[in-house]
């Protein structure tokens, strides 16, 4: 997650945990609001995403570090769409591509909002949203994913804010099937479904 205000400096590292890049490590910028997604977070997170990474196409909306975008890619999808508006960040994420020889990275310099609200150009099967916290982003990300019609009929989303908010304010056809907490974030994946469909299935 990343704030507005550009660094010049490098300072901060993350591990890819399991996949083709197992092991390595990557160096991101010390820019102000950078949250990497927690690596217990992140291997709870693909173990739940496991049958469905290998060839999907995922939107990676606050991409910052790019923990979850790189993660995804090591493990076998056919691409990630990274949204990061700092451009030292969108730095940081560029040359960590080209340091890993990652073609399937699409780095998208905008913000996540203005993005979503133009016409979807893919639909999505796994979107992470891990907005900074305490802006108020997760719930207009979140009707602007389904009414925009970025999503595949059953995407995935991850979801990720503060311990202790309640993901309530999503859209009726997305089911909560995987919550749990760590430290001070709360994580959960959801999992989209048609209108007509809609089944109540979930995991604390």
Known sequence: MVAR?????TAYCLRI????????KLSFPEVPGI???PDRVRETLFNWLQPVIPGAHCLDLFSGS???AFEALSRGA????????DVTAARGLRDNAALLHCENLRLVPNDALRYLQAPATARFDVVFLDPPFGQGLLAPCCRQLESGGWL???AYIYLEAERGLEITDIP???IVRHSKQAGRVGYHLALRQAADSVEVDTDD
């Open 5 to 9: 205000r550009p660094s010049t400096k």
């Open 17 to 24: 945990i399991a996949g083709q890049w197992r092991g390595r």
């Open 35 to 37: 949250r990497p997604t």
């Open 66 to 68: 790019g923990a979850l």
């Open 78 to 85: 056919a691409q990630v769409t990274a949204l990061e508006y």
């Open 152 to 154: 595949a009929e059953r």
């Open 172 to 174: 009726d056809n997305w």
